[in-house]
């Protein structure tokens, strides 16, 4: 049974750079399937931040797209998402999930979520 | 950027009624459309995929209909683990992907 993991501070200064990694269990990366980010503020609704495939290609939010960079490390079978100059507005949980592209097109395999709080 | 509206944004009801969730989409996504249950300290647990299908271990209480820009997540009969909060998710202008607002279904 595919798992996921998210990890990373709980805790990133305003301005500061949030990193969070996702640790797959039980499947090969390089085997296939497209993996995202995706966040929820406190009180606020599900945003997808963005996706990735195991060879490199990546795709953000427009709206984050200036402040989001994705990366494979098919090594460790981890992937990351570093989010840049931060503010208040990015506090929220994050998951990782693998999105089913080739069959359900949909994230059918989550990870707990992990929440960061961005404050000094 | 595609556009998701869900309505309500609330929907008060009660354990044994029928739930009708609406998603509409501000430009046509086909079927390529999901919906997902998300409860506090829980990840979101896909319901319907490509608009119409369940998903493995979803009850048959859940069913997905729509295409295009219209969309409707219903619940037959609601059952007390049901009251949550619903959001729908379209990939049809892949790879760019839009969660609506949420429903949240409450007692």
């Known amino acids: 049974q595919v798992q996921l993991q998210e990890s990373g501070p709980g805790l990133v200064e305003p301005s500061g750079t949030l990193s969070l990694t996702c640790t797959v269990f039980n499947y090969s990366i390089s085997s296939g399937y497209y993996w995202g980010w995706i966040r929820q503020p406190p009180g606020k609704g599900l945003e997808w931040i963005g996706s990735?495939?195991?060879?490199?290609?990546?795709y953000y939010s427009p709206s984050l797209k200036s402040r989001v960079i994705t990366s494979v490390d098919t090594s460790k079978n981890q992937f990351s998402l570093k989010l840049k100059s931060v503010t208040a507005a990015d506090t929220a949980v994050y998951y990782c999930?693998?999105?089913?592209?080739?069959?359900?097109?949909?994230?059918?395999?989550w990870g707990p979520g992990t929440m960061v709080t961005v404050s000094s | 950027e595609i556009v998701l509206t869900q309505s309500p944004a609330t929907l008060s009801l009660s354990p044994g009624e029928r739930a009708t969730l609406s998603c509409r989409a501000s430009q046509s996504v086909r079927s390529y459309l999901a919906w997902y249950q998300l409860k506090p300290g829980q990840a979101p647990r896909l319901l319907v995929f490509d608009a119409t299908n369940r998903a493995t271990g979803i009850p048959a209480r859940f069913s997905g209909s729509g295409s295009g820009t219209d969309f409707t997540l219903t619940i037959s009969s609601l059952e007390p683990e049901d009251f949550a909060v619903y959001y729908c998710l379209q990939r049809g202008h892949w790879p760019l992907l839009t969660f609506g607002g949420g429903t949240k279904v409450e007692i």
């Open positions: 990735l495939y195991h060879t490199g290609g990546t």
């Open positions: 999930a693998r999105f089913d592209e080739g069959g359900m097109r949909a994230f059918d395999v």
